[in-house]
C-alpha cells in the first residue's frame, strides 16, 4: 500500500455524499477543495463516482497518471496545487463509458485511495455518487472516513431522499460534519433574491442529521461555464469561503 490508513499521511478523510443526484456535489467538492487550497490547506479530490466521473474536467486535469518513484500512481494536479485521482484519467476519450458492476466499481475506490501516492493531505475529500449503494458503501467501509458532509438543495424530494443517505451513514457508524445546501437561491445583480427551488430547508437538515449547516450556496450561471471549461479554481464566492471556514472550525471541534 502507498498510503495507508494506519500512515496517517492524510490527516483528514472527508466523504460528500447526497442521497439524490443533481443537486450539486461533485461542484460543492470541487469548490470546498479550492477554498482549502486557498487557505494554504494540501488539499486531494478522489473522485469516486467511477461510472460519471466529473471532477478531472472541472479543474482542467488532463493526461493519463504516471508511476511514482515508490511505485504508487501519481495523482495528476491541478493549476492551484490540488491533487485529483478521477477514473476520466484512464479513458482513452473523455466521452467513453464505464460499463462495470458494483464490484469493479467498489476495487477501483479502494485502489484509487490505496494505490495512489497521495503523500502528505490535510483534506482527501472524496466525492461519490448519488445514493446508497455500492460506491457509497466501499468508501464508508474500506476507507479510513474521518466525516461526511451531506449535500442537498431545497427540494422536499431531495429532502426525503436525502434521509435515506443520513440514515445509511448512520448506520454504517459515520459522523457527520454537516450539511450543505446548495442551489438555495438565485442573487440578481441589483440585491433581489429568489429562493427558486423553493424555500430553505437548512434548519429541516439541521434537525435531521443533528450536524451544522455548514453553507447555503448560491445558484450561479456562471459556474457552469467555469466548471465545463475546467476553470473551476478561477472562481471566488464569499459563500464558498464561508464555507470553508465552517468546515474546518466544525472539524477541529469534532475532533
Ligand atoms: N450552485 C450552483 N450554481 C450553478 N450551477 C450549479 C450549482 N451547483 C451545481 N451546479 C451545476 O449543476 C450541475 C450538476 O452539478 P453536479 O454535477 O455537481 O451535481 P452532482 O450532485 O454531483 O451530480 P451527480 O448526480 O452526477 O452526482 C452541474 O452542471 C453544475 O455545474
Excluded at 53 to 67: D, L, N, V, Y
Excluded at 80 to 88: F, Q, T
Excluded at 173 to 194: C, D, H, S
Excluded at 217 to 241: K, N, Q
Aim: charged share 20%.
Amino acid at each position: 500500500m502507498a498510503n495507508s490508513a494506519a500512515d496517517r499521511k492524510i490527516k483528514q478523510v472527508i466523504a460528500i455524499m447526497s442521497g439524490k443526484g443533481g443537486v450539486g456535489k461533485s461542484l460543492v467538492t470541487g469548490l470546498l477543495a479550492v477554498s482549502l487550497r486557498r487557505q494554504g490547506q494540501r488539499v486531494g479530490v478522489l473522485d469516486g463516482d467511477i461510472t460519471g466521473p466529473s471532477i478531472a474536467r472541472m479543474f482542467g486535469t488532463k493526461g493519463q497518471p504516471t508511476k511514482s518513484p515508490n511505485g504508487g500512481i501519481e495523482p495528476l494536479v491541478s493549476k492551484g496545487g490540488i491533487k485529483i485521482m478521477s477514473m476520466n484519467m484512464f479513458l482513452e476519450r473523455e466521452s467513453d463509458p464505464v460499463v462495470w458492476r458494483g464490484p469493479m466499481v467498489s476495487s477501483a475506490i479502494k485502489q484509487f485511495y490505496s494505490d495512489v501516492d497521495w503523500g502528505e493531505l490535510d483534506y482527501l475529500l472524496v466525492d461519490l455518487p448519488p445514493g446508497t449503494s455500492d460506491a457509497p458503501m466501499t468508501v464508508m467501509q474500506a476507507l479510513p472516513v474521518d466525516g461526511v458532509v451531506i449535500v442537498s438543495s431545497p427540494q422536499m424530494l431531495a429532502t426525503m431522499i436525502v434521509m435515506k443517505c443520513i440514515n445509511m451513514v448512520r448506520q454504517l457508524k459515520g459522523l457527520i460534519v454537516g450539511v450543505v445546501e446548495n442551489m438555495a437561491y438565485f442573487e440578481t445583480p441589483n440585491g433581489e433574491r429568489y429562493e427558486i427551488f423553493g424555500p430553505s430547508n437548512g434548519t429541516e437538515l439541521v434537525s435531521m442529521t443533528g450536524a451544522p449547516l455548514l453553507g447555503h450556496l448560491p445558484i450561479d450561471p456562471s459556474l457552469t461555464t467555469l466548471c465545463d471549461s475546467g476553470r473551476v479554481e478561477e472562481y471566488y464566492a464569499e459563500a464558498y469561503e464561508e464555507l470553508a471556514g465552517n468546515f474546518v472550525n466544525t472539524l477541529k471541534i469534532k475532533r
